[in-house]
């Protein structure tokens, strides 16, 4: 049996609309790629932000811790909580909240509603991204689910490029506040333009008839999926243990000028739009082994940075890399739930966001403490480790996935 007919036929023919909605996945990449800016645009603006509130920038930063919280929280009890309603509304009301926090952080008159705006944020995150599997699986034919979530990922990409940078030149011109406004008008248009484009898509039959979604948590009884989810947990920590120092290593380390910087920072952007496209054409016969491959390479990657960081040149071929694989690794794993959780995919969206989320937030706290207290190379050492790991759990979930069928 061939990795393909791991998704249930009778569930894709349930489904999936004729034609396929290529669409209404366009207009919820755009949405993925609202949702990031306005996560991490917080990144460059903390000090206008902590000075016309009267808060430290300490302070200020928890505004991104707070929306990550709230995605946790949101993602593990999404599916539950929506059994019965229709996807194209649940959709459209995650858009809506993403309009509403940023209007409201906009117009904050204290830290309180700051952080109440950010929470929203979060909700619509949590909420947004656990649903965005299972709809395009049901938007698309099996064999173009691949490419509809490489569409996702590359919103994901382009936004996580220009979130910050957009943020700086924005907030120059216009005011923090001006800048975090900016995103509203397309947030608008993704709402918009989803409530015109996605088909109705009513609840699974199961929910339909009054049986809500497994527990979120009791999915890891299943090994497969354990190993899968523990990957992913190294994965993204190892990730952003080295991505979230990537500028003061630049700065300090390679000794590149602020436009060299945003150069390198574009490049290896661009690099995961690429790679998110060049991705999704390898995973119908090759999952497992490239889901192993993309943190060994990312593992390689950074121990090239320690060794040749000091190069300008070699640095940044090394980042494009990092560009070009670290940002296709989430189409390979949302491949992966598509296939292996099929009749459970909205919880096990539920449960992947939450786990990345969680990997993301220890990632960076980890890799932070290393960088203030035992220096670069040690934060970056310790990235290799768990892409390292990630890889061997990716082979082990292979192995696991084998001996079950």
Request: some cysteine; hydrophobic content about 55%; charged content about 10%.
């Amino acid at each position: 049996m061939d990795q393909q007919t791991l998704v249930r036929p009778h569930i894709r023919a349930s489904s999936v609309p004729a034609p396929a909605a290529w669409g209404a996945v366009l207009a919820m990449a755009l949405c993925v790629a609202v949702l990031i800016a306005s996560e991490f645009m917080p990144v460059s603006l903390l000090s206008p932000i902590a000075g016309d509130l009267g808060v430290t920038e300490g302070r200020a930063g928890q505004a991104i811790s707070i929306s990550g919280v709230f995605a946790v929280l949101t993602s593990l009890f999404v599916a539950n909580l929506t059994h019965g309603i229709d996807r194209r509304l649940v959709l459209a009301s995650f858009s809506a909240m993403l309009v509403v926090s940023g209007t409201v952080v906009t117009f904050a008159p204290d830290y309180l509603t700051l952080m109440a705006g950010r929470a929203l944020l979060g909700v619509a995150i949590g909420g947004f991204w656990s649903m965005s599997t299972a709809i395009v699986m049901r938007l698309v034919p099996a064999s173009s689910v691949p490419r509809g979530l490489a569409m996702l990922n590359a919103g994901n990409a382009i936004a996580a490029t220009v979130s910050a940078p957009l943020g700086s030149w924005l907030g120059s011109y216009i005011g923090w506040r001006g800048a975090f406004f900016a995103v509203v008008p397309l947030a608008v248009l993704s709402l918009v333009w989803q409530w015109a484009s996605l088909p109705a898509l009513p609840p699974e039959k199961t929910q339909a008839h009054g049986q809500k979604p497994s527990n979120v948590l009791r999915l890891l009884m299943r090994p497969p999926v354990a190993t899968g989810m523990a990957s992913i947990l190294f994965l993204f920590a190892g990730q952003f243990a080295l991505f979230t120092y990537l500028r003061p290593f630049l700065e300090t380390v390679t000794h590149v000028s602020i436009p060299v910087l945003s150069l390198l920072l574009l490049l290896m952007g661009l690099a995961g739009v690429a790679g998110t496209y060049w991705i999704s054409h390898l995973l119908h016969a090759r999952l497992f082994g490239i889901l192993a491959a993309i943190p060994l390479v990312m593992a390689a990657i950074a121990i090239g940075l320690v060794v040749f960081g000091f190069s300008t040149a070699i640095t940044a071929i090394l980042l494009i890399g990092w560009g070009l694989f670290g940002t296709a690794a989430p189409v390979g794993w949302g491949t992966w739930l598509a296939r292996t959780m099929a009749d459970d995919a909205e919880a096990g969206g539920g449960l992947q966001v939450a786990v990345i989320q969680l990997a993301i937030t220890a990632g960076a706290s980890l890799g932070g403490t290393l960088f203030d207290h035992a220096g670069w190379r040690t934060t970056f050492a310790l990235a290799a480790v768990l892409l390292a790991g990630s890889s061997l759990l990716a082979a082990a979930a292979s192995h696991q996935a084998r001996t079950a069928r």
